[in-house]
């Protein structure tokens, strides 16, 4: 984006989206952490003490907490959060690798240097800051979820895929944006709530630093909370590879954008970073000179370094860790003389360092304890859902900003303007009621290709409304067997109204064999996770939903200027027109869609091609439907009266007499007539 106006609405798009991705959107409910410090041990210049804090009811967060041992007493300090990335806070280079690593100048002692996480801890605590390094999922004490399930997650599992008990990875678990990375960012997040609630802490000078998969979570996290006043993302910084683990991914999160212009949301606040010979190694070239142009702009260049190692691989290592030392001490104005060097320290025995112990006994996990989890996950977030149900115009507003908000980031696409549409005639041909177009339209922006039919009535005079008819088969549900137009179809033309249908997305002619797509494509890999293909890739849902959205641009925009704009979304096409209403709003005047009962929550695969993250988050196809109000709005396929969320959202608009519901046989023709008729 060119200009700071551009640019504060790109990111207020992009932190909504990173919220959404990692579950937090909105805000889950801060419980008691019950955080319980213990075993301190004494090393010069510092003193390191073990701690464990619910995040959520039963799910501990574990870790070292680094304390200065300075002499000063009844003084707050500048705090450091250290998400330690892969390899744990416990990595070990080992014994025999410390000489070869110090020769090459990447370490500097042998004995506190074979532990380049709890290295920087100790240093960051001897320049007089508390630092808290915490566990990511499955290391050293946080075991209620595994390492296997957390980082090597493989095979999708169908006994932990149902609607009443569900694990995560799964189908029902991405609907409802339960996710390793969310569950880590929520602990971060936490972690932070735990660092400010310490008396010695200045909840006003905190920093985050992690280096690889800690630099990950230092970028959300960063981008997340506003508490940080400078940041150390190393190793992630990058417009290559954005985060290999299953714990680095999650549904949503990157489509369009990548971990620089994420690490960007921290912008004006400084932040610091190396590149390295690895995925970071063009940084200098690409990436940085952004990050730098961005800082600039917003009139702060010096407050954004990069510093180029490309001598050293992935890393952590001495040099990074000195240069993460000086921007920390200018920047969160700790006064030490430069260069700061760190000290060599006894290692923490295991003794030392873990955290459960006979007085302090490790709790539970596995397979129940995970779903347990993600049980109590969808409880508290559904209730937040239910308290967000539209009851008068203040609540239906905040409805419409954190369901409605939620959705258009789901759907990931605004309407097209004018000028991205083109249009090239294939074919005309004059029929018994009405004449047949043959088009291909085109939305040039996004380089997307869509193979259309338009019917233009001949028995009765256009009446100005143009009706979008969405079909489940695409265009060919329109036509019988013989190629001529059903009833319901002429019967529109004979109304008076135009027709127009579309293959949408891998729909009719973009598929070889012409038979429905059952299952939707996914990346090579053969980790099963749905975050390797839809961290990055919007769902084949979402592309139709696009596709619509074409369709409607075309039509709304077209030299012959209709009166009005239907969208008619039948037989499997339902839950497309209701997100396509979402974010075209007023650009369809009448929507009229057939439900067929579908529910997201019914989904159990994370290939099918209704596959939509968080869509049973934020309240399944109802939600959707509630959020057409005002706009005139006809459904059937619900059995009994009309659900409490879409009545009532009209209801608080006024807007009743626009809502119309059928629970009757005969769809096609009673949503036919429903238009006709007004």
């Not at 990595?91 to 690593?101: C, I, R, S």
């Not at 100005?464 to 019967?491: M, P, Q, R, S, T």
Request: charged content about 25%.
């Amino acid at each position: 984006p060119v200009g700071k106006a551009a640019w504060e609405a790109r990111a207020n798009e992009l932190r909504r989206r990173v919220s959404i991705a990692t579950g937090v959107w909105p805000m889950p409910e801060r419980t008691p952490l019950r955080a319980v410090i213990h075993g301190k041990v004494q090393r010069p210049g510092f003193t390191v003490e073990k701690v464990y804090f619910e995040s959520v009811p039963n799910h501990f967060v574990t870790g070292l907490l680094f304390r200065p041992d300075d002499g000063k007493t009844n003084v707050t300090r500048p705090a450091v959060l250290s998400p330690h990335g892969h390899g744990g806070r416990l990595q070990d280079y080992g014994e025999a690798n410390m000489p070869a690593l110090i020769r090459s100048g990447a370490e500097k002692h042998l004995k506190s240097g074979r532990f380049p996480k709890l290295a920087r801890c100790a240093q960051l605590a001897r320049m007089g800051c508390v630092c808290f390094i915490f566990d990511m999922l499955g290391y050293a004490d946080s075991q209620q979820i595994s390492y296997q399930l957390a980082h090597r997650f493989r095979t999708q599992r169908p006994k932990m895929e149902g609607k009443d008990r569900w694990g995560l990875f799964g189908a029902q678990a991405e609907m409802r944006l339960q996710s390793v990375m969310g569950i880590q960012t929520w602990n971060s997040i936490r972690c932070l709530d735990f660092l400010e609630s310490l008396p010695d802490v200045d909840g006003k000078r905190m920093a985050v630093t992690g280096g690889s998969g800690g630099g990950t979570q230092t970028i959300l996290l960063c981008a997340l909370d506003p508490r940080p006043i400078a940041a150390f993302p190393n190793g992630m910084v990058s417009t290559s590879m954005q985060g290999g683990c299953t714990c680095e991914n999650c549904t949503l999160l990157r489509i369009g954008t990548g971990n620089v212009e994420l690490a960007a949301l921290f912008a004006p606040k400084p932040q610091a970073m190396t590149a390295a010979d690895d995925w970071t190694r063009e940084m200098m070239t690409k990436g940085y000179p952004e990050l730098q142009q961005l800082y600039a702009m917003l009139g702060v260049k010096q407050n954004v370094y990069c510093r180029p190692m490309l001598h050293f691989g992935h890393n952590y290592n001495y040099v990074s860790r000195a240069t993460m030392y000086s921007w920390f001490n200018k920047h969160m104005k700790l006064g030490l003389e430069e260069p700061i060097i760190e000290d060599d320290w006894k290692p923490l025995t295991k003794a030392e360092h873990a955290v459960w112990t006979n007085d302090h006994p490790q709790p539970s996990g596995g397979e129940e304890y995970e779903v347990s989890l993600t049980k109590y996950l969808a409880e508290k977030s559904d209730a937040q859902m239910k308290a967000l149900m539209p009851k008068n115009k203040d609540t239906l507003e905040k409805f419409r900003t954190v369901v409605g908000g939620a959705f258009q980031s789901i759907i990931g696409r605004g309407m097209p303007t004018k000028g991205d549409i083109q249009r090239t005639m294939v074919d005309k041909v004059k029929k018994n009621g009405y004449i047949y177009f043959e088009d291909i339209i085109r939305n040039a922006a996004h380089g997307e290709e869509l193979p259309v039919v338009s019917l233009f009535p001949t028995n009765a005079k256009w009446n100005g409304d143009v009706v979008i008819w969405i079909d489940g088969e695409g265009k060919k549900g329109l036509f019988n067997e013989n190629g001529d137009a059903k009833a319901a179809v002429l019967k529109l033309l004979d109304g008076g109204a135009s027709i127009v249908t579309a293959d949408l997305f891998q729909q009719g002619e973009f598929l070889g064999g012409g038979q429905p797509l059952t299952r939707q494509r996914k990346v090579k890999e053969i980790r099963e996770a749905a975050a390797y293909t839809f961290a990055y890739n919007d769902t084949l849902f979402a592309r139709r939903v696009h596709d619509v959205l074409t369709l409607v641009s075309w039509i709304r925009n077209d030299d012959h200027e209709p009166n009005r704009v239907n969208l008619l979304a039948l037989n499997g096409a339902g839950a497309i027109g209701a997100a396509a209403r979402v974010v075209a709003g007023s650009a369809i005047d009448r929507l009229a869609v057939d439900t067929k009962g579908f529910r997201f929550a019914d989904i159990a695969d994370y290939r099918s091609p209704d596959f939509l993250p968080g869509a049973v988050k934020y309240g399944d196809i109802h939600a959707l439907l509630a959020l057409s109000s005002p706009h005139s709005l006809w459904f059937s396929g619900e059995k009994g009266k009309i659900p409490g969320v879409i009545l009532t959202a009209y209801s608080t608009e006024n807007a009743r007499e626009k809502l119309e519901s059928w629970a009757q046989q005969s769809v096609d023709e009673s949503a036919v007539n429903w238009i006709l008729s007004k």
